[in-house]
């Protein structure tokens, strides 16, 4: 994985003592909270119902074992020994004192990390396919590009007030598991009929309250113009996007209302004009970067049988283990969802665990997921059964990925301010709800926000939900047929909402009504795709 | 008003900065104030008379202007470029690698921060109007732009 070098350490170092210098001026009296709140939310530090939250990035969701239990430790020393992995591929910490955040990013500089652009109205941590490096089906690694975004977009003097935040996904598969059209960026390395490597664009996705598909704006930006196009792209954006209204001003509405024929014209022109500019860098700077990527020594020969013969075990590797690109090797994705537990929440202990068994078993590497999972990338499938009796020893074999327990849940009531309604306790009740019959249901995405603003997914989930504020009371809407893989769609609303009991119990009856009419082979999702939304309707409301 | 903070030898322009509209019918004038919804680009076909152009924020949090202060430098415009109205001191070194080189803010800057603030960037990673060599520039000294 990428290492800093000086230039790298000395820029996060740096950020430190400016933070430290702001705070120092807040807590003097020397800057109003107004005036201070673009500077902490550029830190990740977010003003939560009951304390400060900070958000600590993991760049495109990679992180070292000795990261790792930094995370463990910070979450002992700073928080109530907990840490909350987030669908944005970083770690949240709920219960943080203002006065202790320089000392708190000092300790992750230490590891090169930091908290730098995790929130706030600029180009935010770059998100990516959790099984970069490992997957079977990538053209390439795409991690190099989204490293060198980072760099990029690492204090860019330009967007720095951008009208709104501003994500980015980089992919190099042709399937899709980070959701790229639902960035106001995706981009998915291509590689042409020339054999040479490419970046296609899609500009304008995004969930909120307005979801959007991204359309593609380029399908083919040579890499050595990378940079200059992105730029090209969000000067576009950081001169036109709509300031007048926050609920209008990502640059999905930009690009909707313009429409993405005239955005692109506009982003063509002012690429003309970057590319005399001199901003890209030169093609040995990317290919500095990607020799931090370079492949493991994965042993040749590695034996690819494993022992099938305790059906837990056989169960959590059919569930939660994906095909490596090197025989004998697995991908394995442990489940922060076990039944009625907090998605996405790991103790102090448990983060250390995860990063003990990352460097006994994964060449010392850890991936977080949009799904709020963890992944171990690199493990030899003579090891699988070593791990998986590890990680059961300490809660951490549920063998749900992927299905009605692996659910998405926002932070909702229980810490957000702008909630309607809770997402955890209904998150917990259905996981609880459907654990015997989860394997049975096989894959189905449910994906929980607890306001429009879709922190949780809730679009995308082949079952979303939607936390809305009726008359003082929390209301949930069920929303059926999302997906954000490469088939990417939106959810609709199936009609009138439901209490908290209310819902789980809709959910129930639409589940069973697609175990009694699926086809062979059909997911929920392809059910509910074959048969449209009426006959879900009639069930759920009878 | 407080005296514009300046990072120029030259002598500051006197007259008055007119707006953009009115800008495009004063054949003699030579210093324009640009709003956050104004296109720098109109200011294009004039850029050898103008000697101030002052770009406005009435909030902070309106980023518009580092776009337009960039448009112009990389269109060659050298004379002065002010930032005015809501500008914070901790979008200093930001503002100036967009290339402002004055600042007149709505409430002077405290100026021993506003040195710190100056200071404290040893590197930076992108190419903007300050022109200063980027990380990956001295990383790789010598080698052409992509
Ligand atoms: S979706 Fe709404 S409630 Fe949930 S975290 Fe986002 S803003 Fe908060």
Redesign the pocket.
Same mark, same amino acid.
């Given at each position: 994985m990428y290492k800093y070098d000086t230039y790298d350490q000395a820029m996060v170092d740096t950020r430190v003592e400016e933070f430290r210098d702001q705070v120092r001026r807040r807590i003097d009296g020397h800057l109003t909270e107004d005036q201070f709140k673009p500077l902490r939310l550029m830190n990740g530090l977010y003003l939560q119902l009951h304390a400060y939250m900070l958000r600590v990035a993991i760049p495109y969701g990679t992180l070292s074992s000795a990261q790792m239990r930094v995370l463990g430790d910070i979450a002992d020393r700073y928080d109530r020994g907990y840490g909350h992995f987030t669908t944005r591929q970083n770690i949240q910490y709920n219960w943080i004192k203002l006065e202790d955040t320089p000392d708190l990013l000092g300790e992750l500089a230490k590891v090169e990390m930091h908290a730098i652009q995790t929130s706030g109205n600029c180009i935010r941590n770059i998100s990516s396919d959790q099984f970069a490096g490992a997957a079977a089906d990538e053209v390439t690694d795409p991690r190099p590009y989204a490293e060198l975004l980072r760099q990029w977009s690492s204090f860019h003097p330009e967007f720095t007030t951008l009208p709104r935040k501003f994500k980015i996904a980089v992919i190099a598969s042709k399937i899709d598991r980070a959701a790229m059209r639902l960035h106001d960026i995706g981009i998915e390395i291509v590689r042409n009929d020339a054999g040479e490597f490419g970046a296609a664009f899609y500009v304008g996705g995004g969930m909120g309250r307005t979801p959007m598909i991204g359309p593609l704006i380029n399908g083919f930006v040579p890499l050595d113009q990378l940079i200059t196009y992105s730029e090209a792209c969000l000067r576009v954006y950081n001169r036109f996007g709509r300031r007048d209204n926050k609920y209008k001003a990502r640059i999905k509405i930009l690009v909707h209302e313009i429409g993405a024929a005239e955005y692109t014209r506009l982003v063509e022109a002012e690429f003309a004009h970057l590319l005399a500019q001199g901003i890209e860098p030169p093609l040995a700077e990317l290919a500095r970067i990607s020799e931090n990527f370079a492949d493991m020594a994965f042993e040749v020969g590695a034996p690819g049988d494993v022992d099938r013969s305790d059906p837990d075990f056989a169960l959590w590797l059919d569930r939660n283990t994906h095909a490596h690109k090197a025989p004998g090797y697995a991908i394995v994705t442990i489940s922060l969802k076990p039944v009625g537990g907090i998605p996405g929440d790991a103790s102090a202990d448990q983060i250390r665990l995860m990063a003990d068994l990352a460097r006994d078993y994964s060449f010392d590497e850890l991936r977080v997921t949009h799904a709020q999972n963890i992944v171990l990338p690199h493990v030899r499938k003579a090891d699988l059964h070593a791990l998986w009796t590890a990680l059961d020893g300490a809660g951490l074999s549920t063998p749900n990925l992927d299905t009605i327990g692996d659910i998405i849940a #926002?932070?909702? $009531?229980d810490y #957000?301010s $702008? /909630? %309607?309604a809770r !997402?955890i306790p209904l998150a917990q009740k259905i996981s609880q709800r459907f654990a015997a019959r989860q394997e049975e249901i096989g894959e189905l995405k449910l994906k929980i !926000? *607890? #306001?429009? %603003? /879709? #922190? *949780?997914h809730h679009h995308a989930g082949h079952i979303g939900i939607l936390?809305v504020d009726k008359r003082g009371t929390e209301n949930y809407q069920l929303l059926l047929g999302g997906s954000e893989a490469a088939d990417t769609s939106l959810g609709k609303i199936t009609g009138p909402g439901f209490d908290e009991d209310g819902i789980v119990d809709a959910i129930e009856r639409a589940t069973d009504l697609y175990l009694t009419r699926r086809a062979d082979g059909e997911r929920f999702l392809d059910t509910y795709r074959r048969l449209g939304m009426e006959p879900f309707k009639e069930a759920i409301y009878g | 008003m407080v005296e514009p903070l300046r990072f120029r030898d030259d002598e500051a322009v006197a007259d008055p900065a007119v707006t953009v509209d009115s800008f495009g019918d004063q054949t003699n004038a030579a210093a324009v104030r640009l709003e956050p919804g104004d296109d720098a680009r109109d200011l294009l076909p004039c850029l050898g008379r103008l000697r101030l152009v002052e770009i406005n924020f009435p909030g902070f949090g309106d980023g518009r202007g580092y776009s337009a202060a960039r448009i112009l430098r990389e269109h060659g415009y050298t004379g002065e470029l002010r930032a005015v109205g809501d500008v914070l001191v901790d979008q200093l070194a930001a503002m100036r690698r967009c290339g402002f080189d004055a600042f007149a803010p709505d409430i002077a800057f405290d100026p021993a921060d506003a040195q710190a603030a100056l200071a404290r960037w040893a590197d930076v990673y992108q190419t903007a109007a300050d022109r200063r060599a980027p990380i990956w520039a001295k990383r790789h000294p010598g080698a052409v732009h992509g």
């Open positions: #926002c932070p909702g $009531l #957000c $702008l /909630a %309607n !997402s !926000s *607890g #306001c429009i %603003n /879709a #922190c *949780g936390g | -």
